[in-house]
């Protein structure tokens, strides 16, 4: 059995990396809009009514509209890579790892997590459903991305002459992830997120720094790597590392794509301070491989089949 994919936005840089994913996958039949055609809402209709799965890598507004030119009645299930649905009632959060496979697997409806969300709840997320870090804590959220992640039009500023070596941004306290970083951590406060951009193409690097003697249950460093390593135990995606000494984390600027995520804790000698840090490709585990991933579960095949992990 085929499944036939509409990808609404497949001219995009998470559109056109799902694709390469899907390249040669018999168990897929691609539903394929010519240029002229892409952002035409009668075709797309037919498109999205068509396909078994549509998967909308489009900006916010333009993926509610996709949404809402899917006729209930035709039953095509939706996984959309914008942040428009990763709140929404009614949509599962698209975290396998995190929500359960089964989830995924049944649902409708699946709104992939942001990058930077991805590497946060990787990190916060078990450790505060283990009770070892509270959920009441005020965390921060420092972040570096490759450019990639601000689709084509940051690609265009980052590959231009005269372009910036690095970015610092989301001054407004207000970027657009907040809401999915409090809402699936099981925060009570919002996180203070400083984002930024590096002058390479994809990868980006997440880090939550803690100071643990000042929480009331005062946790140890080593503790929570142990917390994050079993509960990521079976996971061919995210791979905890242990207590070896890690001088430094970069970023390649050519790097390869890649759809796994790396956590590392690091604390210091007593233990009571520590940076949780994910290493994840933006358009990878990011986006278009988290996307491949929630594909293959919706449709029951292998849920690592098509992704680019290492050689185990
Ligand atoms: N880049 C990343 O690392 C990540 C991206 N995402 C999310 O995925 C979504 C896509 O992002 P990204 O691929 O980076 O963005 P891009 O800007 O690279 O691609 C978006 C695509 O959507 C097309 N488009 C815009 N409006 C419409 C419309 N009304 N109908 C049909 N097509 C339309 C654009 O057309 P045109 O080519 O003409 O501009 C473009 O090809 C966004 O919501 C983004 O936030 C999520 C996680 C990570
Ligand atoms: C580098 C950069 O600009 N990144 C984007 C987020 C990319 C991403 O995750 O997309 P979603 O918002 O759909 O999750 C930003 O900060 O707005």
Redesign the pocket.
């Known amino acids: 059995m085929t499944h036939t994919v509409f990808i609404d936005g497949a001219a995009g840089t998470t559109g056109l990396e799902i694709a390469e994913r899907l390249e040669g996958r018999s168990e897929f039949t691609l539903i394929r809009l010519d240029d002229a055609q892409r952002k035409n809402a009668e075709a797309r209709r037919e498109a999205l009514n068509e396909a078994d799965i549509a998967i909308l890598c489009l900006p916010d507004d333009a993926a509610r509209e996709a949404v809402e030119l899917i006729d209930p009645a035709t039953g095509t299930r939706v996984i959309d890579?914008?942040?428009a649905h990763r709140t929404t009632e009614g949509w599962c959060y698209g975290f396998p790892e995190l929500v359960g496979s089964e989830r995924v697997a049944d649902a409708r409806r699946v709104s992939n997590p942001?990058?930077?969300p991805t590497g946060f709840l990787a990190l916060v997320a078990p450790l505060v459903r283990a009770g070892l870090l509270p959920a009441d804590w005020p965390y921060t959220v420092n972040a570096v991305?490759g450019?990639s992640?601000?689709g084509k039009a940051?690609i265009e500023r980052f590959e231009a002459e005269g372009a910036p070596a690095f970015r610092a941004y989301g001054y407004d306290l207000a970027?657009?992830?907040l809401p999915e970083m409090k809402a699936h951590a099981g925060l009570e406060h919002p996180v203070l997120f400083a984002?930024s951009?590096a002058a390479a193409y994809r990868g980006m690097i997440v880090e939550v720094p803690l100071h643990l003697g000042a929480m009331d249950n005062d946790p140890h460093a080593d503790s929570l790597r142990d917390a994050l390593a079993s509960f990521y135990e079976t996971s061919a995606v995210v791979t905890v590392h242990g207590t070896a000494p890690v001088g430094e984390l970069l970023l390649d600027r050519d790097a390869a794509p890649s759809d796994d995520m790396e956590l590392f804790v690091f604390g210091n000698d007593g233990g009571w301070n520590a940076r949780l840090v994910a290493r994840l490709d933006?358009l990878g585990k990011?986006a278009s491989g988290a996307a491949v991933q929630n594909l293959n579960l919706m449709c029951g095949l292998p849920e690592t089949a098509g992704l680019r992990l290492p050689v185990a």
Do not use: E, F, I, T
Request: hydrophobic fraction near 15%; include cysteine.
């Open positions: 890579a914008s942040s942001g990058c930077y991305s450019y992640g601000g940051l970027h657009k992830h984002p951009v933006n990011g």
